[in-house]
């Protein structure tokens, strides 16, 4: 199992604590990608080079791509870069999985239009994809799964992380529902 990740200056590394350590501790394939070759430097400070550049990625051959937040995507610099690799994704089947800010990507590339999503909140969404989002299937939770596309709250890192776990088939359904209470701290 191959999983992209997507890093760049100031991203929401907190965004994606819960998922990448899972996904590595089972044996996934976790690729980091880069708009370059450079290093980045995440929003918490951590120094990090990607595995390959974004120019390199092959959908034929991941399972899904993860997007974490972070300030960059409020501006439209390479919005149609990475809006090419999203439409490849989902015309292939393929997850795509988008937190936080990253869900203007999606909203960007009119990925949201037709699926059931969130994000930070509604207007959010309609500030930075102007005509592009209709916002119709908007739903006011920390994480939604819709035909592939799955989308969270900056505030549901944790449901961001249980959604993709699901969606993947990591753990069986029970082991996935303890794994998610545990760190929620529920008793079950």
């Known amino acids: 199992m191959k999983v992209y990740c997507l890093i760049f200056d100031g991203y929401s590394d907190w965004e994606i604590g819960y998922i990448l350590p899972e996904l590595k501790k089972n044996n996934v394939d976790v690729i980091t990608v880069g708009y370059d070759s450079n290093s980045v430097e995440s929003m918490g400070g951590l120094v990090v080079f990607p595995h390959i550049v974004l120019s390199d990625i092959d959908p034929d051959e991941a399972d899904l791509l993860i997007i974490p937040g972070g300030e960059r995507w409020h ?68 994480a939604v799964t819709d035909n592939n596309i799955i989308t969270a709250s900056g505030l549901g890192s944790l449901e961001f992380a249980y959604e993709i776990l699901k969606a993947l088939n990591i753990y069986p359904k029970d082991k996935c529902k303890e794994w998610y209470h545990l760190f929620k701290g529920v008793k079950v």
């Open 75 to 142: 501006s439209e610099d390479l919005a149609d870069e990475i809006a090419s690799i999203l439409l490849q994704f989902h015309k292939k089947n393929k997850i795509i999985a988008a937190i936080c800010g990253a869900t203007i990507s999606l909203g960007r590339a009119g990925l949201l239009n037709n699926y059931m999503h969130t994000s930070n909140i509604k207007e959010y969404l309609q500030n930075f994809t102007k005509e592009r989002y209709t916002g119709d299937k908007y739903l006011d939770k920390l």
